[in-house]
């Protein structure tokens, strides 16, 4: 059973920056699709970023959604199944709840991922 769980939010001044883990359990990293995804009040959910890691021959495939783009930076540590999503440069319109997931398929739609963690909240003011 795969297990997700979410640290590092919290509360920061606009241009800040804080980073976010996922640990996850139950499966291995490799051939599975990781990503971040958001949630504000009032919004719908919207994928930040995703990557997908291409074993020991193969480097990560990363993508962002363009809000994001040159601020956050997604990574995994395969070897102990935790993916980080570093923010950068955070804005007011950043906050949200941050869920991270997983999934086989490499996609900005929450729809095709399978397991989900409860969330950590940022908000940045």
């Known amino acids: 059973h795969v297990q997700l769980v979410e640290s590092g939010g919290g509360s920061i001044q606009t241009g800040g920056s804080l980073t976010l883990s996922c640990s996850a359990s139950?499966?291995?990293?490799?051939?599975?699709?990781m990503g971040w995804f958001r949630q504000a009040p009032g919004k719908e959910r919207e994928g930040v970023t995703i990557?997908?890691?291409?074993?020991?021959?193969?480097?990560?495939?990363?993508m962002y959604a363009d809000s994001v783009k040159g601020r956050f930076t997604i990574s995994r540590d395969n070897t102990k199944n935790l993916l980080y999503l570093q923010m950068n440069s955070l804005k007011p319109e950043d906050s949200a709840m941050y869920y991270c997931?997983?999934?086989?398929?490499?996609?900005?739609?929450?729809?095709?991922?399978?397991?989900w963690g409860q969330g950590t909240q940022v908000t940045v003011s």
């Open positions: 997931a997983t999934g086989r398929l490499l996609s900005f739609s929450g729809d095709d991922y399978d397991y």
């Open positions: 139950g499966y291995t990293g490799s051939g599975y699709c």
């Open positions: 990557i997908l890691s291409g074993g020991h021959t193969s480097g990560d495939i990363k």
